[in-house]
Each structure stands twice: as structure tokens, then as C-alpha cells.
């Protein structure tokens, strides 16, 4: 179906997409007044062929507009029959994925907790209208992007508690048994066995799932599927396993209420939500095992290569002990985002994994790296719960970095010893004088570039492409091979926040170009960069939006102009297009920051997301949020996250952007020698920046 045949919509709405469903059609669309993406619900079929089916709908979206719960579809607008067309349209929230999507993979258990938790909380606040779902499917369960946001979307199933059942139309995957009794009452009981089998299907994951209903799963066509669900759920001597026999990772507690859900005696199930989520309050979803150590048999005649393998094992189990501990801590503290949780913990696996690397090479307290590692880490353990995320970040970073130090000592092959020097008149050494500039050789070589459009071609299919010919050779012309001069200088570990860049505008009462010019570049499929009126970077995803909200995210919708004089505010300017790339390649030329070799999961693009590699991102992170792509100075985001401006100019006087963003699809793209031009007042989505500082001498590495 074509955006023409919904011209009628034209008048408030820009249709971006369409996608038809079985019964409904779906259009994504941004409203014209306020800039934001909708969804645009509304039957397929014409009215007079499905009337009872439009009562219905009109009924559920009366539904739906009552409820006001963060976990329930927001009813932005009805349009009933007749106001624009034939057709009744409902205007929602747009979500970017269902759960139907997200269970084609396994989560981590803590995930999936995560999103359980918010269904729950949606199905609870029904209850407490006197509403149950009766069935619901994963398909009708909307999720943003980043799994942040859920929203139940349909309520095609709902009626009052206690009203005669009347069996849904849908699949009976999900259905509770007793509902399939035409003289049982509809009750909170049925939604907490449906809820149950969905949180199932959830933590496992589709394969897993599969294999648990490999029976049922393997049916010869959808009616004989069906039949096989109904026989299943009816019969009690038929149980799911336990959701820890399967899944190794997950929280005995979880697996023990989700099997009280899914129990066939309605009277074995909880009460009602409310105890559900009471149950599973302060659990995290993971298993933290509690170790047994067994006491170690001594061989005497093994000496100390014995008495250290016994080390080493206490060393491990420690290590295992430790990891678990702060996992409850960092789950558990106050005042932090999930996503900086899943960072800590991210980090702090990674430290742990460098030092027993390190312990097993011989390092101990007497390598100094080691021992002066080892006194961070015991600062981390003892502000862990209560400690600042960025000095926390910060801790872990550098005794990762102390313990390579001792791994690298220890596994460097002994010189000999040198011979006794002859006895000389001692002079005092001549004085060195500090190297000024440098030499550095920036942009691309004809190896080089071969490689790009390789890597290029390998990634981008041409009949899915936005650009055709988009790894043809000539686009990389621009990377010209030329050796620079550059002076000292200290350029910022991450790109510029939301809260510094705030701090900036209430003390000089700064106003953007975007504010100014009362809009803002976004780029909108398939038509490309999209002029959306009143977007400035105090609304960074959307005119709903507030960046008080996302503080520590890289301020956007920022100019060069705006960008310089924030770097003049804070002691500052902005680098050079030469001082950024040396930057994120070192002397070594690194093709991308953390190396030569292209990797997918080092930074924020279009293959990135904290559940699968195919999900759209549709805005950056906060700031570090990758820390395995940092360079070998420790510097964040040198890769994706945003376009970042420079300093200069090009022959036409137009401003020259490096090092991608989060819509990068293309991994050439996001190679430290790639540049983007932008004329010095415009001001996009993923457009932001960091600063440099001129130094006297070079920071001692």
C-alpha cells in the first residue's frame, strides 16, 4: 500500500511508512505542528464489511484513552468515522519494535526482568480498573529501541473481571486452561498464567522456547499447532520445566515465580500482581551462586609450584565472590540509570578478567602496577554502593589499565644481564630539550582505501542501500594522504554532556543557531535530512523530550558556531580536523580507534543495541557507553555516537565534521580518516562535539 492512498492524512501528518497487518494498518508519521512521530492506527478492511469489528475497536481505543498508566498505550488523538474518511483512526505513541522481535534472541536475565516488570506493572494497573486481558501475545507488547519503554498495545481481548468467557480469536499459545471452559468467569488468575507463559517464552528466548514445545512447535500446519497448545494447557500432568533447568543464568526466585504462574490449578497461582511483583522485589534476575571452596590437598614434594596453584584457585574463587558482590551492589544502589548499572558491571568484569590474567602470569603485590592496582580496587569495593558513577567509571578503568601493565611485565622475556661497565668518569647528562611538534601523516593511502571499499562491499548490499554506489572508490578522494605538523595539545576524554553544555547557557544566557532558526536537521527514512521545526538540543528526541533528562548523553542539534563558543567558555577550542584524527589513530595510524580490524560491538552505529545487532538506533548513548572501542589513550566515542565538529574550513568555507554517529550503517564510514562537510550554522541530530586544550609540552603518556 502506497503513501498516496492516505493523502487524507497530508493535512496534519508527513506519512513515513506503512505497514499493513492482519486485520489493521499501521502508518508511522511525524505531526506536522509538533514535529513528533506518531502511529497512525486503523482497519484495513472497509467499514461496511466489518462492522461489529469497528464497534470493537472503537470500544478498545474508548478503552485504552481511560487508562493512564506509563505501561499502557497513550491515546494521542481518535479520529471516528467520517472526520477525515470513511475509516476510524487511532494516534499513538510510535514504538520502535514488539517484544514479538525481541524473543527471536535469549536476553540476559536481568533484561528480560527488566521488561517482565513493566508488563507486569501495565496488566496490574488493568486489574486495578477491573480489566483483564483475558490473552495477550507478544506482538501486542511495544517496546522503544533500547527495551527502556513498554507499552501494551492492544486490549482486543479485555473485558470486565468475572464477565462469561467467551474464548478469544487469537492463538491459544498463551491462553490459561480454565478459559477454555465455556462456563468458567473471566479473573485476574487467567492474565497470571498468560503472564507467565510470556515471561517464559521471554528469559529462554524463541530457540530455547522451541525446544521446551518441540512437540507442539513441529505441528504440520497452524490448526494442528493450536489443537496441540489446547491439549497441552489442559492437561495437568503436563509441566514446563523449570526456568533455571534451562537457563542456567536465571535467579532461582524468578524461576520459582514464574512456575507458580504458570501453574494449571488456578488456586495454586498468586493472588494478584501486586503479590507477583512483591515476590520478585530486589532481584535482580541473575544467579549469584555462593561458592563452596573444598580444602585443597597438599603435595608435599611439589614445592612451590604447588602452594601457588592452591593460590590461584583461592584467588579465583575469591575473584568469583567478589564479582557477585558488586553485581548486588551495582543493581541495587539508588540513583543510577540501568544503563550506567550494566557499565559498572561491564567495566568491573572486564578489571577482574585483566587481573586474574595478570595473576596467572606470577604478578603479585611486589609488581608495583599490580599493588597500586590493587589499592584502587579496594576503593571500588568500599564506594561501590554509594560511590559517583564517573569516579567509579574512572577507578575502573585505570587499574584495568595497571593490571595489563603487570600482565605485559611479566610475560616480557628476561634480557640478559649486562656486562659489569668499565669504570669512567661520570659527566652530567647533556639537557634534552622537550619535542615541540610532531609529525603525522593523515588520511588515506591507495591500501588503505582498497581496504575501506572492501570492508564496504563486504557490509552494504546495494539493493538495501539508501545511497547506491555508496563504496565506489571516488567517495573516498577526499581522504588525501598528507603529512601535518601539530603543536601540543589535550583534547577531551568524551564529548561534551547535555549537563555541561546547560551549565553553559544559564551562566552566559547562550542561545543556539537551532533556536534561532526555530528548527533543526533530523534525518527521517527514506527521505533523508528533514528540517523539523522548534528541535534544538533542549529536546533531544523530540518536542516532548527534555535534556534534563538525558544528562550525561552528548549534547546535539549544536552547531560549529555553537560549539566554539562553549570551548572559549570552558578554557578551550575546538581541534583541528588534523588534531582530531591524530587523536583517535595515534602514532600507529590506526584505521579505527581501537585498532585496524573492523569491530561491531566496540561502538554506538546501526548494528549496535543492548539486545541484538538489528535493531534500529534512533539516538545516541550516554557518553563512554563503550569502552572497549576507546583508543589507547582512553578516549570514548572517537567512533560513532556523534558527527563531532572541528576547527576547519574547507576551500568554500564550509565546516568539516569527523568521526560518524549512531547512523552510521556503513563501517567505512566510521573510519578515523572518513570527514564530513556541514555548513557552520547547521545543526542535526547527531551533530555534537568536544574540545582542546593548547599545552605547552606534550601530556606524559
Known amino acids: 500500500m502506497m503513501n498516496d492512498d492516505w493523502g487524507v492524512l497530508n493535512k496534519k501528518y508527513n506519512v513515513l511508512d506503512v505497514i499493513e497487518q492482519r486485520e489493521f494498518v499501521l502508518i508511522k508519521a511525524e505531526e506536522k505542528n509538533l514535529g513528533r512521530t506518531v502511529a497512525i492506527k486503523t482497519l484495513k478492511q472497509p467499514l461496511d464489511h466489518h462492522a461489529e469489528r469497528v464497534k470493537r475497536f472503537d470500544e478498545e481505543i474508548t478503552l485504552l484513552a481511560s487508562i493512564k498508566q506509563e505501561n499502557i498505550l497513550s491515546v494521542l488523538n481518535r479520529y471516528p468515522v467520517d472526520e477525515l474518511d470513511y475509516r476510524l483512526y487511532l494516534v499513538s505513541d510510535w514504538m520502535e519494535q514488539s517484544l514479538d522481535e525481541v524473543l527471536q534472541e535469549p536476553l540476559q536475565p536481568d533484561v528480560a526482568l527488566a521488561i517482565f516488570r513493566k508488563l507486569l506493572q501495565g496488566v496490574g494497573a488493568l486489574h486495578h480498573k477491573n480489566i483483564v486481558l483475558r490473552n495477550i501475545s507478544p506482538s501486542d507488547i511495544l517496546l522503544s529501541h533500547d527495551a527502556q519503554e513498554l507499552k501494551i498495545a492492544s486490549l482486543q481481548s479485555a473485558t470486565a473481571i468475572a464477565d462469561e468467557q467467551t474464548l478469544p480469536d487469537d492463538s491459544p499459545e498463551y491462553i490459561a486452561p480454565e478459559l477454555f471452559d465455556i462456563h468458567a468467569r473471566c479473573s485476574v488468575a487467567g492474565d497470571i498464567y498468560t503472564l507467565g507463559m510470556i515471561a517464559y517464552?521471554?528469559?529462554?528466548?524463541?530457540?530455547?522456547?522451541?525446544?521446551?514445545?518441540?512437540?507442539?512447535?513441529?505441528?504440520?500446519?497452524?490448526?494442528?499447532?493450536?489443537?496441540?497448545?489446547?491439549?497441552?494447557?489442559?492437561?495437568?500432568?503436563?509441566?514446563?520445566?523449570?526456568?533455571?533447568?534451562?537457563?542456567?543464568?536465571?535467579?532461582?526466585?524468578?524461576?520459582?515465580?514464574?512456575?507458580?504462574?504458570?501453574?494449571?490449578?488456578?488456586?495454586?497461582?498468586?493472588?494478584?500482581?501486586?503479590?507477583?511483583?512483591?515476590?520478585?522485589?530486589?532481584?535482580?534476575?541473575?544467579?549469584?551462586?555462593?561458592?563452596?571452596?573444598?580444602?585443597?590437598?597438599?603435595?608435599?614434594?611439589?614445592?612451590?609450584?604447588?602452594?601457588?596453584?592452591?593460590?590461584?584457585?583461592?584467588?579465583?574463587?575469591?575473584?568469583?565472590?567478589?564479582?557477585?558482590?558488586?553485581?548486588?551492589?551495582?543493581?541495587?544502589?539508588?540513583?543510577?540509570?540501568?544503563?550506567?548499572?550494566?557499565?559498572?558491571?561491564?567495566?568491573?568484569?572486564?578489571?577482574?578478567?585483566?587481573?586474574?590474567?595478570?595473576?596467572?602470569?606470577?604478578?603479585?603485590?611486589?609488581?608495583?602496577?599490580?599493588?597500586?592496582?590493587?589499592?584502587?580496587?579496594?576503593?571500588?569495593?568500599?564506594?561501590?554502593?554509594?560511590?559517583?558513577?564517573?569516579?567509579?567509571?574512572?577507578?575502573?578503568?585505570?587499574?584495568?589499565?595497571?593490571?595489563?601493565?603487570?600482565?605485559?611485565?611479566?610475560?616480557?622475556?628476561?634480557?640478559?644481564?649486562?656486562?659489569?661497565?668499565?669504570?669512567?668518569?661520570?659527566?652530567?647528562?647533556?639537557?634534552?630539550?622537550?619535542?615541540?611538534?610532531?609529525?603525522?601523516?593523515?588520511?588515506?593511502?591507495?591500501?588503505?582505501?582498497?581496504?575501506?571499499?572492501?570492508?564496504?562491499?563486504?557490509?552494504?548490499?546495494?539493493?538495501?542501500?539508501?545511497?547506491?554506489?555508496?563504496?565506489?572508490?571516488?567517495?573516498?578522494?577526499?581522504?588525501?594522504?598528507?603529512?601535518?605538523?601539530?603543536?601540543?595539545?589535550?583534547?577531551?576524554?568524551?564529548?561534551?554532556?547535555?549537563?555541561?553544555?546547560?551549565?553553559?547557557?544559564?551562566?552566559?544566557?547562550?542561545?543556539?543557531?537551532?533556536?534561532?532558526?526555530?528548527?533543526?536537521?533530523?534525518?527521517?527514512?527514506?527521505?533523508?535530512?528533514?528540517?523539523?521545526?522548534?528541535?534544538?538540543?533542549?529536546?533531544?528526541?523530540?518536542?516532548?523530550?527534555?535534556?534534563?533528562?538525558?544528562?550525561d548523553h552528548p549534547v546535539v542539534y549544536v552547531s560549529m558556531n555553537d560549539a566554539q563558543a562553549y570551548c572559549q567558555w570552558a578554557g578551550g577550542r575546538l581541534p583541528s580536523e588534523a588534531e582530531w584524527e591524530y587523536s583517535a589513530r595515534g602514532t600507529e595510524r590506526r584505521v579505527f580507534p581501537w585498532g585496524n580490524q573492523w569491530q561491531h560491538s566496540k561502538l554506538l552505529w546501526q548494528g549496535s543495541t543492548p539486545l541484538r545487532q538489528s535493531q534500529a538506533i534512533d539516538a545516541p548513548r550516554e557518553v563512554g557507553g563503550f569502552p572497549a572501542g576507546a583508543t589507547s589513550q582512553g578516549l570514548m566515542d572517537m567512533a560513532g555516537s556523534v558527527w563531532e565538529w572541528t576547527s576547519t574550513l574547507t576551500a568554500n568555507g564550509q565546516s568539516i565534521l569527523k568521526g560518524g554517529s549512531f547512523l552510521q550503517s556503513n563501517p567505512s564510514d566510521l573510519r578515523a580518516a572518513v570527514k564530513l562537510i556541514a555548513a557552520a550554522d547547521s545543526a542535526n541530530s547527531d551533530y555534537g562535539f568536544r574540545c582542546v586544550e593548547t599545552l605547552e609540552h606534550w601530556p606524559q603518556p
Open 201 to 551: 517464552h521471554l528469559f529462554l528466548g524463541r530457540d530455547a522456547y522451541r525446544d521446551v514445545f518441540a512437540d507442539i512447535c513441529s505441528a504440520a500446519n497452524e490448526k494442528e499447532q493450536r489443537l496441540r497448545w489446547r491439549n497441552w494447557h489442559a492437561d495437568p500432568k503436563l509441566q514446563a520445566p523449570p526456568l533455571d533447568t534451562r537457563l542456567a543464568g536465571v535467579s532461582p526466585t524468578v524461576s520459582a515465580v514464574i512456575a507458580r504462574m504458570m501453574a494449571k490449578n488456578p488456586g495454586d497461582r498468586f493472588a494478584d500482581i501486586d503479590a507477583v511483583l512483591q515476590q520478585l522485589a530486589g532481584d535482580d534476575g541473575l544467579n549469584h551462586q555462593t561458592w563452596q571452596v573444598p580444602e585443597m590437598p597438599v603435595d608435599e614434594t611439589a614445592g612451590v609450584k604447588s602452594t601457588q596453584r592452591s593460590w590461584l584457585f583461592w584467588v579465583g574463587a575469591a575473584a568469583a565472590l567478589l564479582l557477585s558482590a558488586l553485581l548486588v551492589w551495582v543493581i541495587m544502589s539508588p540513583g543510577r540509570t540501568e544503563a550506567q548499572r550494566e557499565e559498572l558491571y561491564a567495566l568491573y568484569k572486564i578489571m577482574i578478567q585483566t587481573r586474574e590474567k595478570a595473576e596467572e602470569a606470577g604478578a603479585d603485590e611486589s609488581v608495583k602496577p599490580f599493588g597500586e592496582a590493587q589499592q584502587i580496587e579496594k576503593w571500588i569495593m568500599d564506594n561501590m554502593k554509594a560511590g559517583e558513577f564517573q569516579s567509579l567509571k574512572d577507578k575502573l578503568l585505570t587499574a584495568t589499565d595497571l593490571y595489563e601493565q603487570a600482565y605485559q611485565l611479566m610475560i616480557k622475556p628476561e634480557e640478559p644481564a649486562p656486562p659489569e661497565p668499565e669504570i669512567q668518569l661520570e659527566l652530567p647528562p647533556a639537557p634534552i630539550a622537550p619535542v615541540k611538534t610532531i609529525q603525522f601523516q593523515m588520511g588515506s593511502n591507495e591500501e588503505e582505501i582498497d581496504t575501506a571499499v572492501a570492508l564496504c562491499e563486504k557490509n552494504v548490499r546495494p539493493d538495501q542501500s539508501d545511497h547506491p554506489g555508496q563504496c565506489a572508490r571516488k567517495l573516498y578522494a577526499d581522504e588525501l594522504l598528507q603529512t601535518v605538523s601539530l603543536e601540543p595539545f589535550r583534547i577531551d576524554r568524551t564529548e561534551v554532556t547535555n549537563r555541561q553544555f546547560a551549565q553553559f547557557v544559564n551562566e552566559k544566557g547562550y542561545q543556539t543557531d537551532a533556536e534561532k532558526k526555530a528548527y533543526a536537521g533530523q534525518w527521517v527514512d527514506p527521505i533523508g535530512v528533514t528540517k523539523i521545526p522548534g528541535a534544538s538540543w533542549k529536546t533531544p528526541r523530540g518536542s516532548q523530550s527534555k535534556h534534563q533528562d538525558f544528562p
